[in-house]
Nanobody, 129 residues
Framework: QVQLVESGGGSVQAGGSLRLSCAASGYGLSRACMAWFRQAPGKEREGIAMIYGNTGSTYYADSVKGRFTISQDNAGSTFYLHMNSLKAEDTGMYSC??????????????????????WGQGTQVTVSS
């Protein structure tokens, strides 16, 4: 059974930093593709970062490029989202998601929620201006 558990959310002032973690466990996640999504109240879920577990290649939404970094530990069991220079518009519920390596989305689809099979419960990030 696959399980994804996020942690690290909280409240921070604009310009600050946070690091989110996603602990992944379960069969079939070796070299998985992992992504972070966020959803603000009244808005659609937005794909913000993805990492290919097999190659380490990363992709980012334009809204976070240069400020956020997705990474994984050596074991590939914990994934991180390092968030710097946070803005009020970064506020939202952040969720990690995963799909086994054989189902990894293409470069033109990485940001689509339907491409991912497993989801965590989410962790709230609130940025005050």
């Amino acid at each position: 059974q696959v399980q994804l558990v996020e942690s690290g959310g909280g409240s921070v002032q604009a310009g600050g930093s946070l690091r989110l973690s996603c602990a992944a466990s379960g069969y079939g996640l070796s070299r998985a593709c992992m992504a972070w999504f966020r959803q603000a109240p009244g808005k659609e879920r937005e794909g913000i970062a993805m990492i290919y577990g097999n190659t380490g290649s990363t992709y980012y939404a334009d809204s976070v490029k240069g400020r956020f970094t997705i990474s994984q530990d050596n074991a590939g069991s914990t994934f991180y989202l390092h968030m710097n220079s946070l803005k009020a518009e970064d506020t939202g519920m952040y969720s990690c998601s995963a799909v086994p390596f054989y189902g990894c989305p293409g470069e033109d689809r990485w940001y689509l929620p339907d491409e991912y099979a497993y989801w965590g419960q989410g962790t709230q990030v609130t940025v005050s201006s």
